[in-house]
């Protein structure tokens, strides 16, 4: 009896021992600094998305993930997953509303077809804004609607408006319905007459999935996200700087996903099956994760652990950093639970009135269900570079990052061995 006992502690010992060697040799300041310098690099010319940089950055990311003979996501041939979105550009707006005349000014259509006829109100949801209306609460959820709609906006909100007219020219998925906003002091219209035609351009863009596989639990995924898209170049600020480096926002983040990558095909011994994405396309309205969350069933992820800005040290110093939507699911307390008697906590998100839970791409499988949740070092009320020219690497901290990946990698190890499940999210619809 107490010779078995002192081996299995000689084994236990010496497992531990290698394991931290193991994890150690993998993620660290110098394996981190590498692949950050590459992404946050000024060639990468601020990896804004649509331009040939960002496919750079996507290359560069899909090399990593062949390095850990990652395999490819569904049946694809390439760890790059590209898309569609189309761009719409109005050429003709004429018509009529009653007696008004309705033109480029005061029509808005949110729309990628390639031709709109409206003769009557038919086929077509009316809803109104009226003065004195919250615009957000009323007009937001109409771009979820699956419908034709056309939005009476009274003119009181003629600056809102504008920013609606900007919205109509940004890329969209295609979609068969169209929503049509009208600045108009009429909120309740006897005719309409309005006929649009669009210049439609088609703009590609991808994100970047690996796989690897699960040895039992092959069925149920286990996501590690990031996005590589940042904003790309601007206005040269007061140093001259023009470009937007986006060394924390996110290519810290996307370093974190690729270590993670190298980290887990090592150690080859998860039961889940585990996703390594980059998404394209966060900064401009979360579009890469939106079309992720379509090529999968939502209900076979276990878990998302989405890391966004880890380059800097939190609030609350070194080793530590907090889990955005802490109270939705028991995700949080379980990565608590796995880091019990470590040096390393993770914190409920301290910044809850900015909402973040719902701003990174985590949101879209949290809202079908998914535990999905983004880890964070971010102060978002006191980040001196954050979305500036002025977010470099040289103002991160690679220890400290390298502590965070470990972290994520240690405290993440009874869902990726398939022992323990968050609780789900509540869906939003
Ligand atoms: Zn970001």
């Known amino acids: 009896m107490m010779r078995k006992i002192y081996f299995v502690l000689v084994l236990c ?13 993998i993620i660290n300041a110098k394996e981190v600094e590498k692949i950050e310098k590459v992404l946050a690099a000024d060639d990468m010319h601020g990896r804004k998305t649509f331009s040939a940089d960002i496919d750079r950055a996507a290359n560069f990311i899909a090399g990593e993930f062949a390095k850990s003979k990652l395999q490819y996501f569904n049946g694809s041939n390439s760890y790059l997953q590209p898309f569609e979105m189309i761009k719409a ?16 000014n005061n029509v808005a259509a949110i729309s990628t077809s390639e031709e709109i006829n409206i003769n009557g109100l038919q086929g077509f949801d009316i809803i109104t804004v009226k003065p004195g209306d919250d615009f957000p609460k009323k007009v937001f959820p109409v771009f979820d609607l699956n419908k034709n709609v056309v939005v009476l906006v009274d003119t009181s909100f003629a600056k809102r408006f504008k920013s609606m007219q900007r919205f109509a020219g940004n890329a969209k998925f295609k979609s068969e319905v169209s929503q049509i906003f009208i600045l108009t002091k009429n909120s309740n219209p006897s005719k309409i007459n309005l006929h649009i035609k669009n210049e439609l351009t088609l703009q590609h863009l991808q994100n970047v999935v690996g796989v690897l596989p699960g040895k039992s639990k092959k069925e149920e995924y286990v996501v590690f ?4 898209d940042h904003l790309g170049i601007g206005k040269p600020d007061a140093r001259g700087d023009s470009i937007f480096n986006g060394a924390n926002d996110d290519a810290a983040g996307t370093t974190a996903v690729i270590m993670l990558a190298k980290y887990f095909s090592k150690l080859k011994d998860n039961e889940r099956t585990l996703v390594f994405v ?12 939106r079309y992720f969350s379509k090529q999968l069933n939502p209900d076979q992820v276990s878990a998302m652990f989405n890391i966004e800005m880890i380059g800097t040290e939190s609030k609350w110093g070194p080793n ?24 390393f906590h993770f914190e409920p998100d301290p910044y809850p009135s900015q909402n973040l839970f719902y701003r990174s791409d985590n949101a879209t499988l949290a809202e079908l269900g998914v535990p999905a949740h983004t880890i964070s070092t971010s102060k978002m009320d006191n980040e001196p570079n954050y979305h500036k020219q002025s977010d470099e690497i040289s103002t991160l901290n690679m220890k400290n990052m390298a502590e965070i990946i470990k972290a994520i990698a240690i405290s993440s190890h009874t869902i990726v ?13």
């Open 13 to 25: 010992i010496s497992s531990t021992f290698s394991f931290a060697q193991k994890i150690n040799k």
């Open 89 to 104: 550009k109005p050429v003709l707006i004429e018509g009529l509303l009653d007696d008004e005349a309705l033109n480029e």
């Open 225 to 228: 996200s990031g996005h590589y």
């Open 278 to 289: 980059a998404f394209t396309a966060e900064e401009i309205g979360g579009f890469g994760s």
């Open 320 to 343: 530590s950093a907090y889990i955005t939507g802490f109270e939705k699911s028991d995700f949080g307390k379980i990565l608590q639970s796995n880091l019990t008697g470590s040096q």
């Open 417 to 429: 061995a398939g022992t323990q499940t968050p609780t789900r999210v509540q869906k939003a619809l």
